[in-house]
């Protein structure tokens, strides 16, 4: 999404003859704001400020806009002079004037995304130079051959991938780029914030998690509004993430190519694990999209993802339940009555597994993308547990036991490579492609190598100590 600015009048759908001249602006992660010369409401309300009004109507340039969910955040009024008033505006719909919220409604959508295009890993042009006899250029011929939409039947509907091109249409320059687009369709007419939660936000993550970089929007319409044959196109405020490098296939965890023929499965098995698993999905790729994030904190949210994800997918208890509820008893017998509600309090989770024997149990499901990483299971689970208890609680007492600068950096990485698996079985894979996919990662291998290079330094140490 760039920045965009739009001149026009603005009027309420009740009071179409009474419109005021302003404008709309738009910036990519900042609120977007109508500031009128002029007034919509004035000071009629009472409260100047905080009027909110559900649906603002434009005319621009060529074009009709819809501001939808609009809070008024500023009213003047001067004598001589004239009322002003600045709007938030939480939505805009390009190409469209509706006239009530309850319009405002979809069952398709089209996006493009940062790294969308990256994922698809297609180059379909060609080049064709011809040279003369004397090594001269003669022609040079570009060949474009549009690639066919892949779709996925899920449940809910249709996703697609398909795609499109642009050309500036100078005449002394070429610059001519393929579009690609991922297409979502739905079995119902729901809102756009439904669209957005249930569909949009879990195709950008499965892209997150694919390209191993944070994806976002960068436009979004919506096609064949009304069965006229006319799109819609929308503005709204996100965190936007500028593309920063192209990627290569080793930048990523898989491409479109790696799975085109279970697209189908793997996107229904991705939304039903998002619907199961939104929270660990959250925690995980929270630090995807906030690369700033502290690594203290990146640390402790891919350690509770890690034992999230145990604790849902994984046996959650150490005894049968029975069994446990014998124990129990047989404890609270033996227990003097002031102590009895406390202690029986305090037994709540007592038979759940530590969080060292679920990082054991999760090391030993990902062992083969693990071992690479990980020579020995019980001594990183350890560090990851203390690391967690004293980021955690700060207990001074495992201070020097918890990890921190380059080495907190390299087991929040092999945690993340833990977890990527878990979410590739997740989509279907066996171990064996798990580790197929992963160890074609870039980041990965390097991380395999710094494991090679760490351990002949720590081995040479030793020689050395003991001569």
Known sequence: MNNTEYQGFWWLPSNPNESVAGVLTFKPSEIIELKLIGALVGNSGGNQD??????????????????????????NSSRPGYDSETYRVKFVFIGEHFQDPQEIRFNEVSIQSTYLSDWVNFSPIQELPTIDDTNNLQQFTFIYNKPESIKANIIEGEISVFYGCQNSGKLYDIDFKQLSSISIKVNQFISFEDLYSQYICPILDFLT??????????????????????????????????SKKILSTDDLLFSLADIESDFSLMLQLWFNSYKELESIFNLIFSTEYKPDMYLESKFLNIAQAAESYHRRRCKNQVLTQPEHDARIESILNNTPEEYKKWLNAKLHFSNEPPLLERLMDLLDKTKKVMNPLVKDHAKFAKKVRDTRNYFTHWNTDLQDKAAQGEELFRI???????????????????????AELISKNKKY??????????????????????E
Do not use: W
């Not at 929040?412 to 878990?422: A, D, K, V, Y």
């Not at 494991?451 to 330094?457: F, N, V, W």
């Open 445 to 466: 291998q390097y991380a395999v190598r710094n494991i090679s290079k760490t351990e002949k330094s720590q081995a040479t140490r030793r020689v050395q100590e003991a």
């Open 50 to 75: 905080h009027v909110n009004l559900p649906i603002i109507l434009g005319v621009v340039e060529r074009k009709i806009i819809t501001l939808s969910d609009c809070i008024r955040t500023k009213f």
């Open 209 to 242: 998690l694919a390209t191993g970089q944070p994806n976002s929007v960068e436009k979004i319409y919506f096609p064949d509004i009304n069965n006229e044959l006319k799109s819609v196109e929308m503005l709204f405020f996100s965190n936007s993430i500028e």
């Open 412 to 434: 929040t990485q092999t945690l993340l490579f833990m977890l990527q698996s878990c979410l590739l079985m997740e989509l279907g894979c066996t171990p064996e492609r798990c």
